[in-house]
């Protein structure tokens, strides 16, 4: 797999990272998302985008998530439909934060709703 926004992550090299830790690399993504929204940056926006896509795109290497590729899978195709968006909704990209804080034990106990009533 050839990475654009990371060119030193290999599929090996993404898988030997826990679960917890690639969740929290992808939503750092969205976080920056929310940032940007408020100043209406679109290309940062859209680069965001591309760079969490790619880390999805790792996962789907990555043996611990094949019970959950198709959920992986369907969350991308949803990021599509934001990437694409112009601009992309505030709520939908919260929405989007929250699912994917939601796959493990320890990423679901970090609050994220401070960030949302700062919008």
């Not at 992808?26 to 985008?49: D, G, K, N, T, W």
């Not at 949803?78 to 992309?88: I, K, N, S």
């Not at 990423?107 to 009533?117: C, F, G, M």
Request: aromatic letters at 10%; charged letters at 30%.
């Amino acid at each position: 797999m050839v990475t654009l926004w990371h060119k030193s992550m290999t599929p090996e090299r993404w898988a030997g990272y826990p679960m917890d830790r690639q969740i929290l690399m992808i939503a750092c993504e969205f976080s920056r998302v929310h940032s940007l929204l408020s100043h209406s940056m679109l290309p940062q926006i859209r680069e965001c985008y591309e760079r969490a896509m790619e880390l999805l795109d790792l996962c789907t290497y990555d043996t611990k998530w094949s019970s959950r590729r198709r959920e992986l899978l369907r969350f991308r195709e949803v990021m599509g439909e934001l990437y694409l968006a112009d601009p992309p909704l505030r709520e939908t990209n919260m929405l989007l934060y929250k699912t994917l804080m939601e796959w493990h034990p320890v990423t679901a106990r970090i609050p994220i709703e401070k960030e949302i009533d700062n919008s």
